[in-house]
């Protein structure tokens, strides 16, 4: 299964339900983002590796295939996936064993794969960066999940879903969305499509005032324009924190549970800002 959409807009949501809804949905899923995987050790850590079969090898590793064997395999940014590697993935995909890193002896697994990409595969199969036998051989079956912008009703449907959780989440059970609000909400583009509308009612629920959130608790700047004030991870934590210190008047253990961390990543985070209790 090959699922297409722009980044936050919930793919591995669907790769999940699919396995759910699967044969092998008491097996094991395995998540692994490509990206996130230096190029230099993604053969490794995909497929395996024996001890002593590199420098700093000091034991073997079972590969991420092996750990899914029987269940699900999904493969974020497929696209980052080294030709290498590509290679060797698509002999799998065509049922063959294959050798880890340093080993003598041939694995054979049993996988459903799924893969998923932000990018246009299309255009990195132009460039060679991605092999096309591999991109019509993971394309057979092929979902395409629309932006959040483009998904109508689905803005109110979540918006609702993620108050309720942040709701009980941070212990304010009484707090509401102001219809103004709601109506920034829908008119808004999300350019960081669901995981974007998660993130602003996160930080809304912890810093509405009231027992309402009202438009200025959203962190956004114009309800059409599709911005943020800004991106700075820094900014909304400094925020944040300075919020939860005045609500719990100082009280760090109490601040720390408002905001779902731990005290002593909380006192760093206070360091690190210069924020005064």
């Known amino acids: ?37 230096p190029a230099d050790i993604m053969e490794s850590q995909l497929f395996g590796h024996k001890a002593g079969a ?15 064997d029987l269940g699900t395999l999904f493969l974020d940014e497929i696209g980052e996936l080294p030709l290498e590697g590509q290679a060797k993935l698509l002999r799998i995909l ?21 893969a998923a990409t932000n990018q246009d595969l299309q255009k990195y199969v132009r460039e060679r960066r991605f092999r096309e036998d591999l991109f019509y051989r993971l394309s057979v079956f ?22 309720d959780h942040f709701r009980r989440l941070h212990g304010r059970p009484n ?6 609000a709601r109506e ?11 995981r974007q509308l998660r993130n602003v009612l996160d930080s809304a629920v912890v810093l509405a005032e009231e027992n309402t959130i009202r438009p200025s ?8 324009s599709g911005d943020l004030d800004t991106l700075e991870i820094e900014h909304w934590e400094r925020k944040l ?14 601040a720390a549970k408002l905001l779902g961390i731990g005290r002593a990543t909380l006192y760093r985070k206070i360091e690190q800002y210069h924020i005064e209790r």
Not at 54 to 68: N, P, S
Not at 175 to 180: N, P, S, T, V
């Open 175 to 180: 707090l509401q969305l102001a219809d103004a």
């Open 94 to 114: 065509e049922g063959h064993p294959f050798l880890p890193v340093g080993a003598t002896k041939e694995v054979q697994v049993d996988v459903r794969l799924i």
């Open 241 to 254: 924190i300075t919020e939860a210190l005045s609500r719990a008047a100082g009280n760090v253990p109490e």
């Open 217 to 224: 608790d959203l962190a956004l700047r114009d309800s059409g």
């Open 54 to 68: 590199f420098t700093g090898a000091d034991r073997d590793h079972v590969g991420y295939f092996q750990q899914a």
């Open 1 to 37: 299964v090959f699922i297409r959409g722009e980044s936050g807009s919930g793919k591995e949501l669907v790769a999940r339900a699919i396995h759910r809804a699967s044969p092998r949905a008491d097996r094991p899923m395995v998540s692994v983002n490509c990206a996130a995987i």
């Open 142 to 163: 092929e979902l395409y999940l629309p932006p959040l912008r483009d998904r109508g009703d689905d803005i109110g449907l979540l918006a609702d879903f993620f108050l």
């Open 184 to 194: 920034k909400l829908l008119a808004y583009r999300w350019p960081g499509n669901v």
